[in-house]
């Protein structure tokens, strides 16, 4: 596939994980699913309608890939302590601080 084959592509698949952002967990299941199986058309398929086939496989990617991320920046927040909580920090100083720059 030269340039010009994978602009498309990449094209698709940006948009698709921009869109992916405002879709729900059961839409990016689906997504990939039938992501699967254009492949497995996309693979028999002639060449132009290969290349429609594999662009439109990168933009179900994009929008499985947008969901799922969303989803899991939403878990990892409900996880967080609420804003009145009181947290306790602690840390190990493995190694002392390295003088690279001029002032340790």
Known sequence: MG???AVPIAVTL????????RTGAGAAWV??????ALAWLADRAP????????????????LARG???TRRLEAE???LPADDAFVHVVAVLAEPARREGDAP
């Open 14 to 21: 940006w948009l698709g994980l921009a869109l992916g952002a």
């Open 47 to 62: 060449p132009r309608t290969g290349m429609v086939l594999v662009a439109t496989l990168a933009l179900l990617c994009g």
């Open 3 to 5: 340039g010009r084959g």
């Open 77 to 79: 927040r409900a996880a």
């Open 31 to 36: 997504c990939l699913a039938v992501a699967l």
């Open 67 to 69: 969901a799922a991320r």
